[in-house]
């Protein structure tokens, strides 16, 4: 728990939260994210701990991450949602966690009705390394260690959003 004596404080913290995240999803370190927007490393760290970031520097950031991110899902039992979204995800078989680019439905041999979808935003060069070698299915697989994943920002899909996806039937 963080303790902020002021409002300025506390937008600095946020401020810094959220450039920080937008660099580990994109996979950028400040010094790489300072080359690819051609900008003073120094100026990108200050933006790192809190200094304000003019709107066009955080859309740049924001464009690198879509350029650099992809979205994985992952099936879970419904009854281990809240601990999916509080605690994070937990090694399987195989010592990892399964994620696809397409939502397997059809593959997880659950019930619909017992089931929570959830979507990650995770860097492409990350995950390429723990992608599996099955090819020519039409989606791609990866298993990857829980404790890495878990560094990834992750959302429950609401049941109308992944039932009205074509995978999601």
Not at 80 to 91: R, S, T, W
Not at 116 to 123: E, I, L, N, R, Y
């Amino acid at each position: 728990m963080i303790v902020c004596s002021s409002q300025a404080d506390y937008a600095s913290l946020a401020r810094a939260q959220r450039m920080s995240e937008l660099l580990r999803t994109a996979a950028l370190s400040p010094g790489d994210a300072a080359r690819e927007l051609e900008i003073d490393e120094l100026t990108v760290r200050g933006y790192c701990t809190g200094q304000p970031v003019p709107r066009h520097v955080t859309l740049a950031i924001e464009r690198l991450v879509h350029l650099r991110s992809i979205k994985v899902y992952y099936i879970a039992k419904a009854e281990d949602a809240v601990d999916v979204l509080h605690n994070g995800f937990h090694d399987g078989v195989g010592s990892g966690v399964r994620v696809s680019n397409r939502l397997l439905i059809h593959l997880s041999h659950m019930n619909p009705n017992d089931m929570a979808c959830f979507q990650m935003k995770v860097s492409k060069e990350w995950l390429l390394r723990y992608e599996c070698s099955d090819k020519g299915h039409g989606y791609r697989e990866f298993l990857v260690p829980a404790f890495e994943l878990n560094d990834f920002p992750r959302r429950r899909l609401p049941d109308k959003e992944w039932l009205s996806m074509p995978w999601g039937r």
